[in-house]
């Protein structure tokens, strides 16, 4: 019998995709980076993650840090959208060792990730662990967008070309756990330009420009030469580490002059350009079944 292992983050997730059912009401489905439903001109965007210790975050990490980068994920998805965060449900899963003060420690950290950028927690769920079982925090949240600002992953047509925010590479080093989701950034690109499809790089731009350009039914031609990197990172590492959680997107708009006269402290970079047919190829990224 094949395990999970064997089949791969992305096969696991097609395989549980296949037989769900369908409804009117829902815009966007499995296979974005939230689901999008709602019959109105404001669509309600869905969407749940969760941190693992030991897999997203050492064990004797504090817990501010964890609490921040738990939230952090689900808004970044919502601004890959094109929308806003509402309100969150936190699940915990805890051990009966883990300590009270780690737990408010967690909270502070969360609290303070929305105050700053939007976003409440509404209430949740707490269940127990085996002693000595990793402590796992799940964060299932509701966001807004408005329809005409709604943008996926499946929009790219070919001759757009690819940009990324902010610089990819050495998030190991601790940008994954500190990182802002860039929902102002993406509210201004949803409202000032014309892009055609969007998500966040969490498992690294190996693993998250194909399945854009898969779900967009394009290829791609990346410029590796172009790629902008965190100070100490390799291009290997830029290409592969993952959880950079910058904005992937596409356009035929010359976004660059516009972009530096609003957002001078965060630069924008072409790095290549989507294309009919098969293109480019490039491996590895993150896989949670596969390390």
């Known amino acids: 019998m094949k395990s999970v292992g064997q089949l791969g983050e992305d096969g696991l997730i097609a395989r549980i995709c296949g037989d769900l059912g369908e409804a009117a009401h829902v815009i966007v489905g499995p296979g974005d980076d939230c689901a999008a439903v709602g019959t109105g001109e404001e669509l309600v965007l869905l969407k749940t993650d969760a941190v693992v210790a030991g897999v997203h975050f050492l064990s004797d990490e504090k817990s501010t840090r964890v609490g921040w980068k738990a939230v952090a994920r689900v808004l970044s998805d919502f601004a890959a959208m094109g929308g ?109 330009s014309r892009i055609t499809a969007m998500m966040d790089l969490s498992d690294g731009l190996a693993k998250d420009l194909p399945r854009l350009a898969q779900m967009s039914g394009v290829g791609f031609e990346l410029n590796r030469d172009s790629l902008p990197r965190s100070e100490g990172s390799t291009l290997a590492q830029a290409i592969d580490d993952g959880e950079d959680y910058e904005l992937l997107f596409t356009s035929s708009d010359d976004l660059k002059p516009a972009w530096d006269q609003k957002f001078p402290e965060l630069e924008i970079t072409r790095i290549g350009t989507l294309i009919e047919g098969a293109g480019d190829s490039i491996e590895g990224g993150w896989d949670h079944f596969q390390q």
């Open 84 to 192: 806003e965060p509402g309100e969150l449900l936190i699940t915990l899963a805890l051990a009966p060792e883990v300590s009270v003060d780690w737990v408010d420690g967690l909270y502070r950290g969360m609290n303070s990730c929305l105050k700053q950028h939007g976003g409440v927690i509404v209430g949740g769920e707490t269940t127990s662990l085996p002693e000595g079982t990793p402590t796992m925090v799940s964060v299932a949240g509701k966001g807004r967008v408005a329809r005409a600002n709604l943008v996926t992953r499946s929009g790219g047509r070919p001759g757009d070309d690819i940009y990324v925010t902010g610089r990819l590479g050495g998030s190991i080093h601790g940008k994954h756990l500190d990182f802002t989701p860039r929902l102002r950034e993406a509210a201004w690109l949803v409202n000032n």
